[in-house]
């Protein structure tokens, strides 16, 4: 079996076959966000099937394709479906379309998703802006034999959203009136929902 860097060489070969070009963003599509792809001008869109050591979506309401074009002008690639833990996969199997994008050139990485919030003030149909995030997942992508060539051992993890881009979020969305809130993304295994205790508890430690 392929190292990991090995098996991103494989994808992104596989990739630039049927698109060759440098993205300026990754972006990940949760669940009902799919009608962004709309705005793609689609030059080409692949089958996580066809893209060697990509894993399978299995959630029914994701697609299970990378899609890459242009947005705006902008190249950019955009998963259809992502994967998740409860689902069997590591999170090296999870995290490894990320570093594909990476290896593709993508410096930003847009990811999307629908979540529960606990804060009152929140209704849902808003959007939250993560600023910051709280890993409960007991595991880390990053366990293991480090290798330099994907990043350093320790990241500096200060502010691993940038600030620019996250107020720039929240100015576009009040410019055009769309209710937005900045928050901290708390990241659980799964499937179940949570308890009323670990509720609590989240809303304390958040």
Sequence with gaps: ?????????????????????TPHAGIILGTGLGGLVEEIDVEAAI???AIPNFPRSTAISHRGRLVCGRL??????????????????SLKQITLPVRVMRAMGA????????????NPYYRE????VIDDHINLLGDNPL?????DRLGPRFPDMCEPYDRRLVDRGLAVARANDIVAHKGVFV???????ETRAEYRFLRLIG
């Design 1 to 21: 079996m392929l190292e990991l860097y090995g098996q991103i060489e494989e994808a992104v070969a596989a990739i630039r076959g049927q698109w060759n070009e």
């Design 47 to 49: 089958d996580y099937e």
């Design 72 to 89: 705006r002008g902008l190249p950019v690639m955009a998963m259809e479906g992502r994967f998740h833990m409860y689902e069997g996969y």
């Design 107 to 118: 410096k930003l990485l847009v990811v999307s998703n629908a979540c529960g919030g606990m």
């Design 125 to 128: 149909g808003d959007i939250m």
């Design 143 to 147: 366990i293991g034999i480090n290798d």
């Design 187 to 193: 990241a659980v295994a799964g499937p179940n929902l």
